[in-house]
């Protein structure tokens, strides 16, 4: 996942916890994460997020606990686990992942990338089309029941476009681009 993570991001993943020094740089040896910041504070976490955006960096940051509901609020996007999160963490953040699988992170950004293009598509095809409509309608003589069935026609493109992530393939692309 973190490995993963950094081809995706193109940033390396911070471990920023509220747990021991010893066992949280224990944890990131493990999974590959070379930046730890253990032992802090809500108020802590919040500052690292805060000093990390200042330097221009837009940060995802995944939390399930009430000690990380402030840094989910106050990053760029929050994802919280579901599972075992605390309430006020599932309230917080942005997203939630329902199963408690950090691997499921990846698909989740992938994916979420894929409906931010979609929706750039969706507002270009429908302003190419309500753009069409009106300069043929102040160019000539635009007939209602066509002005209607033009603006309707675009309604349902986009509609269609949209249907495009419930396909399976959506989701194995994004398993697979993560």
Known sequence: ???????LTGGTPVLVTGDNP??????????????????LLPQDKVHTV????????????????????????AAHTG?????AGSDLALETADAV?????????PTAVALSRRCRRLVVQNLVI???FITGLVVWDLAGTLPLP????????STVI???????????????RAERDR
């Not at 994802?79 to 599972?83: F, L, P, Q, S, V």
């Not at 986009?158 to 989701?171: K, S, Y």
């Open 79 to 83: 994802i919280a686990m579901g599972r």
């Open 50 to 73: 805060k000093v990390m955006e200042s330097a221009g960096r837009k940060l995802l940051v995944v939390g399930d606990g009430v000690n990380d509901a402030p840094a989910l609020a």
């Open 97 to 105: 992942v329902v199963r408690d699988e950090l691997a499921t992170i």
């Open 126 to 128: 429908a302003a190419v």
């Open 158 to 172: 986009v509609g269609l476009n949209g249907l495009r992530l419930l396909r399976d393939a959506a989701w194995t």
């Open 22 to 39: 010893r066992a949280a740089a224990r944890l990131a040896a493990e999974v590959g994460i070379a930046d730890v910041r253990a032992g």
């Open 1 to 7: 996942t973190v490995a993963r993570l950094t081809r």
């Open 146 to 153: 066509l002005g209607v069935a033009g603006h309707e026609g």
